[in-house]
């Protein structure tokens, strides 16, 4: 045409940006392997993980370290472009690899915001941690004492120490910083499921290691400014105090026989009737000669509050001997019924 005339040599002074075969698969190059790797990431787990996105020419376009928080994601399911869905499988904890994904296996022939058409794209990944929806909570036991008969149940008051930790050992919280022990009562949904899981069976003096998946943890959402979302938590335990609970559905019971004129005893002012106070008084009085036992860790007055709400049943602040019925007898009743 007009502009190349006939006859002319050509001179092109040429970048090459990248290259791909339509056969090429993707290429990993492994950067870092931890020495401990339990466990391989394998199709329907879940990984949080750090990249950087670059061309091959070494053009950044994307980073997750920018957003200051990790990318979510499963893995094997198709809920990222086929090279990465590809190559996050088979990694470990801590890991860092790079892969190098051709475009027909990334954003193809268009491309996608800052990545043109036909690009090759490497991301240079670290794998965060990674869990499965089916995982349930791991427990290591690292020290035993040699007199371990008393073992922790659900109902048990418990005092321990813990330093608790992300998978890949950022530090979240510890009790020895605070310089007090965590107490709670098990099973009583004071703590996350996990973590009641991770307490039962344990006597006074073991030192365990607890790591919680998420679903048993804080979830998706984690705790905003504490744990992220979606994270799994590892936890060292050294229980330090045990105190015996109470059988399931108790929150009182009798260390004698009950006296057979239980309501007149409770009943001080003999008027056929017992208000609050006349109950509480009894109860404590009970507690303090060792006749009665309250469920360890909850306040004294809850535990009175809630023991006087089950025997006042039309409501109306005060028990009548009609009302007044021990537990067993309940039971007993309900068992007739049926």
């Known amino acids: 045409g007009k502009e190349i005339p006939g006859q002319a040599s050509l001179v092109f002074d040429v970048v090459l940006l990248d290259l791909h075969n339509p056969k090429d698969g993707i290429t990993i190059e492994n950067q870092h392997v931890p020495e401990s790797c339990e466990r391989r990431s394998q199709a329907g787990d879940f990984l949080r993980y ?39 499988l088979g990694v470990c904890t801590g890991e860092k690899r790079r892969i190098i994904i051709p475009p027909h296996l990334g954003y ?5 915001g800052k990545i043109p058409g036909s690009a090759v794209l490497v991301f240079d990944i670290h794998v965060v941690d990674f869990h499965n929806p089916s995982d349930s909570v791991s427990v290591t036991v690292n020290y035993k004492p040699s007199n371990c008969t008393v073992l922790s149940k659900k109902g048990d008051y418990l005092k321990y120490h813990y330093n608790a930790s992300l998978l890949d050992g950022t530090l979240l919280d510890s009790t020895h910083s605070l310089g007090k022990t965590y107490n709670i009562v098990l099973g009583s949904g004071q703590v996350v499921v996990g973590m009641d899981m991770g307490l039962q069976d344990m006597c006074v003096g073991e030192r365990r290691t607890v790591v919680i ?82 469920a360890p860790g909850f306040a004294f007055d809850k535990i009175v509050q809630n023991m006087f709400t089950n025997q006042d049943r039309d409501g109306n602040g005060k028990v009548t001997p009609e009302e007044f019925k021990l537990k067993d007898q309940e039971a007993k009743e309900e068992h007739d019924e049926l």
């Open 50 to 88: 750090h990249y950087n996105g670059t061309l091959l020419d070494g053009t950044l376009f994307d980073s997750s370290y920018s957003r200051n928080r990790t990318y979510d994601t499963y893995v094997g399911k198709g809920y990222v472009i086929a090279g990465m869905d590809e190559g996050l």
């Open 108 to 112: 193809g022939e268009e491309g996608r």
């Open 213 to 294: 998946p998420p679903h048993l943890g804080y979830g998706e959402d984690g705790v905003e400014g504490e744990v992220p979302g979606s994270a799994v938590l590892v936890f060292d335990i050294e229980l330090l105090e045990l105190v015996s609970g109470l059988p399931e559905g108790y929150m009182f019971v009798w260390n004698g026989e009950v006296s057979p004129n239980l309501f007149e005893e409770i009943d001080q002012n003999h008027d056929g009737e017992v208000l609050l106070e006349e109950f509480s008084e009894y109860i404590q009085a009970q507690v303090d000669s060792g006749k009665g036992k309250l």
